[in-house]
């Protein structure tokens, strides 16, 4: 199994204050099924959970169901948020997030890294070749980390090889903004 995620983020500002209608509209889209372990925002993968995610490559090793000796390591789905501020969601496969302005790979986002996972975003990372100060939510960071209040967490994917079907983001849209979809790894 792999410590890969695949990540759906809800547009900036997302804040459902009804929690239980998120999780019962992504029973009904049959993404999650019943309720798992022992935290309340963790599901086992629901009936239709193979129609709203494709997976590329040949024979994709998926285990959806929780293995018998009780470990975590399988493909299920937690939810996270909503956050009262965004925050990044990065790992170790994050790459520099490139300047708005000029485009050049912002190297030293590292360094901003830990201040925007505990949601402080008014601090800016100012490009070291054309001064533009750029705050997380204007930087593209090319499906490898994301920035939000709310995010649905796909746990034991291959990173690029699970990708949610369009039918899946039009739903989760409704009649708001886009979300988008991003992959983390730790190795
Ligand atoms: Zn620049």
Known sequence: MTSGKLLLQA?????PTDQGGVISHLTNLGLVGAHYGDTPVAYLAGPKFLQLITFLGCS???????PADGSQNFCH????GPFEKPRLLSAANTRPPRCPACGKGLAQWHQMEPIWRNGNSESKIICQSCGQSASPADLDWRRKAGFGHYFIEICGVFPEEA?????LMESLRGEGA???YFYLQDW
């Open 77 to 80: 789905i937690r939810l996270h």
């Open 178 to 180: 886009p979300w988008r």
């Open 60 to 66: 994709p090793q998926l285990q959806l169901e929780p």
């Open 11 to 15: 547009p900036l500002g997302y804040n």
């Open 163 to 167: 990708v949610p079907l369009p039918a």
